[in-house]
Nanobody, 122 residues
């Protein structure tokens, strides 16, 4: 069974940085991607970034491009989301999820981990 575990959230001041981790297990092939999603209060779940397991291709939402960086350590089955220049609009619960389809849409993702809360506030 596929399991995903997100961690690394916390409280950070505007302009600060934070690194999220997503540890995955239970995959039987490398044909999948990991995506990071943010759910802010009262808003839909937004696809922030994703990375392909086998080819390493990446995607970023325009709101985080140039500030966030996604990477993976396949030996550790862990995907990281390095977040920099954080602003209050980045606040929300961050989830990692897996999909067999290259997409940033939450509906395309099959397995979800528990979220980790990121709060950007002074």
């Amino acid at each position: 069974e596929v399991q995903l575990q997100a961690s690394g959230g916390g409280l950070v001041q505007p302009g600060g940085s934070l690194r999220l981790s997503c540890t995955a297990s239970g995959f039987t092939s490398d044909d999948y991607q990991i995506g990071w999603f943010r759910q802010a209060p009262g808003k839909e779940r937004l696809g922030i970034s994703c990375i392909g397991r086998s080819d390493g291709r990446t995607y970023y939402d325009r709101s985080v491009k140039g500030r966030f960086a996604i990477s993976s350590d396949n030996a550790k089955n862990t995907v990281y989301l390095q977040m920099s220049s954080l602003n209050p609009e980045d606040t929300g619960v961050y989830f990692c999820a897996s999909s067999n389809i290259w997409s940033s849409r939450a509906t395309r993702y099959n397995y979800w981990g528990r979220g980790t809360l990121v709060t950007v506030s002074s």
